[in-house]
C-alpha cells in the first residue's frame, strides 16, 4: 500500500503539550485553563489531572527514540503558552522555551522534522480571568505577542507551523457546551471565541511571513463530515447546517474570507449571532501554506421537532472505538476529495487521526488489532484520496503516546505507545510494531 502514497509523502505522530508533558508548575510555568479546569469537582473524568500526564518534560529524549525506532519523517507537538509566558503577557519566561529547544535539539539528531503547534488549548488562566479568554480582542492580540517571541526564537527550526487547533473545540466545547476548560455555557460567547480564536490565526499567520522564516504555516481543524439519515428535504437542510457550523464556518473564514450566509443567516434569527468586526476577516484569511486536518469519525443527522436546533443525531451504523466514534473511513475520503473540490487544492496534510482503544499490557505486549485495523483502513481511504486528485502531503497519526484525554482523564488511550501512568513506563503497542514495519516497507 506504501507504493499508493507519492515520494516525499511524511509520515509522523503527533501529541499536545497538557496532554504529555506534566512538569505543570516547573521552571516557571504559569497556570492554564486546563490546570485550573482539572481541579474543579466532577469537570474530569476520576478527577484526572495533566500535572504529571506522561512525565514527557523530564522523558522526551526517550519518547524522540522511540520515534526513530518507529521510523516516523515528522513530529508535530504543541507549545505550552503558559511556559512561555506564565500569566500570558509581558515578559517571557525563557526556561519555558529552553525545553522546547531540548526537545528540537533531540528532534534534529534523530532526523526527524518538527511541526509545532502554537495553541493546543492550554491558555494562561490569567488571561480567562483578566479578559474573559478568547471572547476578548485583547486575548487574540496577546497571542500575536507570543507567537512572535516563539517564531523570533525558534522558527528557523521549524518545518511546519500550526497556529492555533481545532478552533472549533477550543470555542464550543469550552465556551458554548461548557465540556472543556473553561467550562462556559453560553452559545453568543462560543462563536465570538471561534471568531478570535480565527482572528489571532491570522496575526500569527502575518507575524510568520514577517519573518520570513524557511518553513510552512497553517491551521488545523476538525472537520466532520455529517450524513443525513434519509433523503428527505428536512434530512438534508439539517445535515447542510451541521456542516455549516461545524465545518464550512472556520474553512470559509479562513480560505474565503467570509462566514457562510446560511449559518450567519441561522444565528441571526436565533438572536445568538455578535456583532464581530467585519473588518477581522482579512486578517483571518491570510494566505496559508496548508491546512491540517483532523479527522475521527462522521455524523448521522436527521430533523427533529423536540430539539431547540431541530437536530436529532443518529447512532453509529458500524463498529465503534471506545470513544463511542464510529470507525468509518469512508468518511476520511468523501472530507478529503470535497476540500479539494470546494476550496481548490491547498496543500493539505491530516494532522490528526487514531483511535482509542481499551488496551492492556500483558507480558509486556500491548495487542491493539482494532487500532491497527483502523489505521490500514483509513490508510487506504487517503490513498484513494491521492489517486482522486487531492494533494495530500502527510499524516500524523494521533497518538504517539497514550495520554490525558482532556475531560475523559486518563480513562481513553489513543497512543500508538502503551504508557503505564503508575511507573510511566512506555511499550510499543501491536500498531506501532505495524506503523514501523509499514514505514520501513
Not at 41 to 70: K, T
Not at 324 to 339: C, F, H
Not at 390 to 418: C, H, M, Q, T
Request: negative net charge; hydrophobic residues 40%.
Amino acid at each position: 500500500m506504501k507504493a499508493r502514497f507519492p515520494e516525499g509523502f511524511i509520515w509522523g505522530t503527533a501529541t499536545a503539550s497538557y496532554q504529555i508533558e506534566g512538569a505543570a508548575f516547573e521552571d516557571g510555568r504559569g497556570e492554564s485553563i486546563w490546570d485550573r479546569f482539572c481541579r474543579m469537582p466532577g469537570r474530569v473524568a476520576g478527577g484526572d489531572r495533566g500535572d504529571v500526564a506522561c512525565d514527557h518534560y523530564h522523558r522526551y529524549a526517550e519518547d524522540v527514540r522511540i520515534m526513530a525506532e518507529l521510523g516516523v519523517d515528522a513530529y508535530r507537538f504543541s507549545i505550552a503558552w503558559p511556559r512561555v509566558f506564565p500569566t500570558g503577557k509581558g515578559r517571557p519566561n525563557p526556561k519555558g522555551l529552553d525545553f522546547y529547544k531540548r526537545l528540537l535539539d533531540e528532534l534534529d539528531k534523530a532526523g526527524i522534522k518538527p511541526m509545532a503547534t502554537l495553541y493546543h488549548w492550554d491558555l494562561p488562566q490569567v488571561l480567562q480571568e483578566e479578559y474573559g479568554g478568547w471572547v476578548s480582542r485583547d486575548v487574540a492580540l496577546y497571542f500575536r505577542d507570543y507567537a512572535a517571541y516563539v517564531l523570533e526564537e525558534i522558527g528557523e527550526r521549524l518545518s511546519w507551523v500550526v497556529t492555533i487547533n481545532e478552533p472549533w473545540v477550543a470555542a464550543m466545547l469550552g465556551y458554548g457546551f461548557g465540556t472543556h476548560a473553561p467550562g462556559i455555557r453560553d452559545f453568543k460567547a462560543a462563536i465570538t471565541a471561534g471568531h478570535y480564536l480565527l482572528y489571532a490565526h491570522g496575526l500569527a499567520v502575518q507575524v510568520f511571513r514577517e519573518m520570513n522564516l524557511p518553513g510552512q504555516v497553517g491551521l488545523a481543524l476538525n472537520l466532520t463530515p455529517y450524513y443525513p439519515h434519509s433523503d428527505s428535504a428536512e434530512d438534508l437542510a439539517v445535515a447542510r447546517r451541521m456542516d455549516g457550523i461545524t465545518n464550512r464556518w472556520y474553512l470559509d473564514a479562513a480560505l474565503k474570507g467570509k462566514y457562510p450566509e446560511d449559518i450567519v443567516e441561522w444565528y441571526n434569527e436565533r438572536k445568538v449571532m455578535p456583532d464581530l468586526p467585519a473588518d477581522d476577516l482579512k486578517e483571518i484569511a491570510q494566505p496559508i501554506d496548508f491546512l491540517g486536518i483532523n479527522y475521527y469519525t462522521r455524523g448521522i443527522v436527521g430533523h427533529s421537532d423536540e430539539d431547540p436546533c431541530c437536530v436529532k443525531e443518529y447512532p453509529p451504523e458500524g463498529p465503534v472505538t471506545d470513544m463511542n466514534w464510529e470507525v468509518y473511513p469512508q468518511g476520511l475520503y468523501d472530507l478529503l476529495t470535497r476540500l479539494t473540490r470546494d476550496y481548490g487544492a491547498i496543500p493539505l496534510y491530516i494532522t490528526e487521526n487514531g483511535a482509542a482503544y481499551p488496551d492492556q499490557a500483558e507480558n509486556g505486549r500491548v495487542r491493539d488489532k482494532a487500532r491497527i485495523d483502523y489505521l490500514q483502513a483509513h490508510f487506504d481511504a487517503a490513498a484513494r484520496a491521492i489517486e482522486s486528485g487531492v494533494p495530500l502531503r502527510g499524516y500524523y497519526i494521533w497518538s504517539l503516546l497514550d495520554n490525558f484525554e482532556w475531560a475523559f482523564g486518563y480513562s481513553k488511550r489513543f497512543g500508538i505507545v502503551y504508557v503505564d501512568y503508575e511507573t510511566q513506563k512506555r511499550i510499543i503497542k501491536d500498531s506501532g510494531l505495524w506503523y514501523r514495519d509499514f514505514l520501513r516497507s
